[in-house]
């Protein structure tokens, strides 16, 4: 394939196309729980992989993700009457379950032609206060085996907001372990992110090193450390899933949501052995990490779509608020928290034509040593969506959800080989190989 159809495929997430498919072959976080507080209550419009959607809880507590539009003449469920037993369409009163099976038309009598009429709705999970949409055809695999999705409340949390560009930029951020000592780094004080060592502000340019896993890459980050090395291993869990280390903090991780070609739903994780503790709450509470400051609000896309989610005080349109005078005396950027950064740099890259800025022109770029990781992330996403077959044998290998039981890693050790330190902290990275 030419490396500009392979750039291709690799943005293109609508139904039938590779890598939409692979993205109906997994549960995907839709929205928090938190979105649907109450039974009946308002819906939520949500897109994903280019389609548009709604989310409500029935007035038994049940929720429903359906086509946001009636069947009848297309009006968007979005104003209509959540009850009991599903959402009915403000225009003409037809009623949907939350399996997108008519049960009621106001006006048509006729009982048998409201059977026939079905809603695409798909299968939902509620878990760790996400509500979870697998929107493939057939059996779901398991639920993924994430080490945190069974933690207490105390030891979680989740968020989500808007990334205006395609979901690839966002997911090649998380491999992108140079820029941490570099975007997110205050040349002044050399002070770099709570989540990483000193050694990671002293030390530029990491040996990049990456190593394929039964769900995705792990992208390691060697860096010296006196005479050591400071290895970060992040893992890359396919299609859009990573977990990133932490020195002292809880460990984070995100997830790049495709909504549509361009925009992207940016799901931030974090978990600990203990109680999050009120340091970590007070930093990410100022926007300093992630998420970026934001507001739940209505929101229409470049795309033409409303949806309800959170959008970032800080936007391309308002230059992320950069402040020019912080940035010459402390702040590398002068941009407020390392997921404005991150957008900042990710949002409004050399575009690829027609796609408003939102989709990099690949082809463009001039990749070094320190891209090892990104390269072969997607490498490894284009052999699972080569073919059918190789897309089947990776659905194999997620299917009992365990493949997803992976950890990152912060550590300074002797090795400065990939394979021998992969073999000796093999159990901390694939704790499922833990005797029970
Ligand atoms: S458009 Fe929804 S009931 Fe007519
Ligand atoms: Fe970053």
Redesign the pocket.
């Given at each position: 394939m030419a490396m500009s159809d392979q750039f291709e495929v690799l943005s293109q997430v609508s139904k039938g196309t590779k890598v939409g498919n692979l993205f109906r072959s997994v549960w995907l976080p839709a929205i928090l729980s938190s979105q649907l507080p109450k039974p009946g209550g308002e819906p939520v419009r949500v897109k994903l992989l280019g389609e548009e959607l709604i989310a409500f809880r029935n007035g038994k507590g049940t929720v429903g993700i359906t086509q946001a539009n009636?069947?009848?003449?297309?009006?968007p469920?979005f104003y209509g009457r959540v009850g009991d037993q599903g959402i009915r369409?403000?225009?003409?009163?037809?009623l949907y379950g939350t399996d997108g099976q008519c049960l009621e038309?106001?006006?048509e009598p006729d009982p048998a032609v409201c059977a026939k009429v079905k809603i695409t709705a798909y299968k939902v999970v509620e878990k760790a206060d996400i509500i979870w949409v697998y929107m493939g055809e057939g059996e779901p695999p398991a639920f993924p085996k994430f080490p945190w999705i069974d933690l207490p409340k105390s030891q979680r949390n989740a968020t989500v907001w808007l990334q205006e560009s395609s979901w690839l930029q966002g997911i090649e951020g998380e491999l992108d372990s140079s820029h941490v000592s570099i975007l997110h780094t205050n040349p002044a004080t050399m002070a770099t992110s709570p989540v990483h060592q000193h050694y990671s502000a002293t030390d530029l340019s990491p040996k990049i090193l990456a190593k394929n896993t039964p769900v995705g890459i792990l992208a390691a980050a060697r860096r010296n450390a006196d005479d050591k090395f400071y290895w970060r291993v992040s893992q890359f869990m396919l299609p859009a899933f990573s977990s990133i280390p932490s020195a002292d903090f809880p460990i984070g991780g995100r997830a790049f949501i495709p909504i549509d070609d361009q925009n992207a739903y940016t799901w931030d994780f974090n978990y600990y052995d203990k109680d999050l503790p009120q340091a970590f709450l007070d930093y990410v509470g100022k926007g300093l990490a992630f998420p970026p400051q934001s507001n739940y609000q209505s929101y229409k896309l470049n795309t033409g779509t409303i949806i309800d989610t959170w959008i970032p005080v800080r936007t391309a349109t308002n230059n992320y608020l950069i402040d020019r005078e912080g940035q010459s005396l402390s702040s590398p950027t002068g941009i407020h928290g390392l997921n404005d950064q991150d957008r900042a740099m990710q949002e409004a890259m050399l575009p690829l034509q027609g796609t408003s800025g939102r989709v990099v022109d690949r082809e463009k770029e001039f990749l070094v040593a320190a891209d090892i990781a990104i390269v072969r992330a997607r490498r490894r996403i284009l052999e699972v969506v080569r073919d059918e077959a190789s897309l089947q044998k990776f659905r194999d290998t997620i299917k009992d959800g365990s493949a997803y039981c992976v950890k990152p890693l912060d550590v300074v050790s002797d090795l400065d080989e990939i394979d021998a330190f992969v073999k000796k902290f093999d159990r901390e990275l694939s704790p499922q190989l833990e005797p029970a």
């Open positions: 009636c069947a009848h003449r297309l009006a469920l369409c403000a225009y003409h009163g037809w038309m106001q006006n």
